[in-house]
Every structure is written in structure tokens, then in C-alpha cells.
């Protein structure tokens, strides 16, 4: 009986997807990172479609936007699982602010991956009070490639990867910029309001 070779069943194999995460605090570059991959995806004519949860309209109301204010084109949506047949297709997904899509998203960018398209997303790892955001480590844990980007901390100067919040709210989504919240490092992140002037 005739057995077909290995490798030539490989090359029959349909194109397999992966999920790439970019995490970190805020102003560390996330979705300067997203919008850099993206245009590269673009350039090499690769169909690409961007989402992002519709509640975030904080410098537009559909475009991702950094903070630097480069701007690429996105879908908003209120539900992770419309996702799938708006990227249908779509050769690579784009999906910023990931931290606030419901818990569907998980297995939406499993379900994309599996279809063999390559996923790419960003998000806050850890919110303002230092705990894992939202679906965040599942998202890291089923990733491919998981980058952590760091911001440069407010206070001291030196490595930063937590979001400092200004605001005595305790709400855990309170959308805002450096009028709520600052990058900090671990020990100026844990240090009281009167310890600010303190060197790190």
C-alpha cells in the first residue's frame, strides 16, 4: 500500500493562523506597536480589519488612535462575537483596548487563529489597581507571541508597567488620559501621596 510522504501532506495543509499580543501599561506604546504591525500587513497588500470596543471614544469615535497621534481606520463593536463575520475576509485582525471587550473575545480570536488568520492585540495587562484586566491573561496564555512594552515612570524616571490613576473613583472602567492616570513603576506605584517627592 502506498503511503504519501509527510511533508507532502504538510504542504496540503491549510494556512495556519497564530495571536499576537502586545500588553503593558498605558503610555507604553501598545497602539503605537498595533498600528505599526498593521501598516506593515498593509504595505505587503495582506487584507487586513481593525476593531475596537465601541465604549472607547476618547480621541475618535471609529479610528484607533495612539498616542502620538497616529490614526488607523477601526470598526467599533459592542459585542466581541460580531467580530467573526465582519474579519471573514479578512487576512489579518487588529483589536485595540482588548481589556474591554466582554469574555467572548477569547474564544473569538481563538475561532479567527484556528481559520488561519493572524490576530493581533492590544491591551492593558493590569488595570489601576495592579490585578489582571479583563480577558487579558486568557488572551496571553492562547498567544503565539505575547510582547510586553513598558512606559517611562512619572515620577522617577525608571521603567514603568503600572497604570497610576489620579481619580479617587473606584470604577474599574474610567476612561481617560494624563488627566487620570500616570505610568508608574512598581515602587512609586505603591507609594502613598506624601512619598511622591521621595527618590525611587
Known amino acids: ?18 495571536i499576537e499580543v502586545i500588553c503593558g501599561s498605558m503610555f507604553s506604546g501598545k497602539t503605537e506597536e498595533l498600528i505599526r504591525r498593521l501598516n506593515r500587513a498593509k504595505i505587503a497588500r495582506q487584507r487586513i480589519q481593525i476593531f475596537k ?9 471609529e479610528n484607533i488612535v495612539s498616542h ?5 481606520e477601526a470598526t467599533p463593536v459592542d459585542i466581541s462575537s460580531e467580530i467573526i463575520a465582519l474579519s471573514e475576509n479578512a487576512e489579518v ?8 471587550f466582554d469574555e467572548s473575545i477569547v474564544s473569538v480570536c481563538d475561532a479567527l487563529a484556528n481559520a488561519g488568520k493572524r490576530v493581533i492585540i492590544a491591551g492593558l495587562d493590569m488595570d489601576y489597581l495592579g490585578k489582571s484586566f479583563g480577558c487579558m491573561p ?15 515612570c512619572m515620577v522617577c524616571g525608571e521603567v514603568a508597567s503600572h497604570s497610576y490613576r489620579l481619580s479617587s473613583s473606584n470604577e474599574k472602567v ?11 513603576c512598581r515602587r512609586c506605584f505603591n507609594l502613598s501621596e506624601d512619598a511622591y517627592d521621595q527618590p525611587c
Open 1 to 18: 500500500m502506498f503511503i504519501e510522504p509527510s511533508h507532502t501532506k504538510h504542504h496540503q495543509l491549510p494556512r495556519t493562523g497564530w
Open 53 to 61: 470596543p465601541a465604549l472607547d471614544k476618547r480621541y475618535h469615535a
Open 174 to 184: 474610567l476612561l481617560g488620559e494624563t488627566d487620570l492616570y500616570e505610568a508608574r
Open 68 to 72: 502620538n497621534e497616529n490614526s488607523i
Open 138 to 152: 486568557q488572551l496571553m496564555s492562547i498567544a503565539e507571541y505575547v510582547t510586553k512594552v513598558h512606559a517611562i
Open 93 to 100: 485582525i487588529g483589536l485595540d483596548e482588548a481589556q474591554f
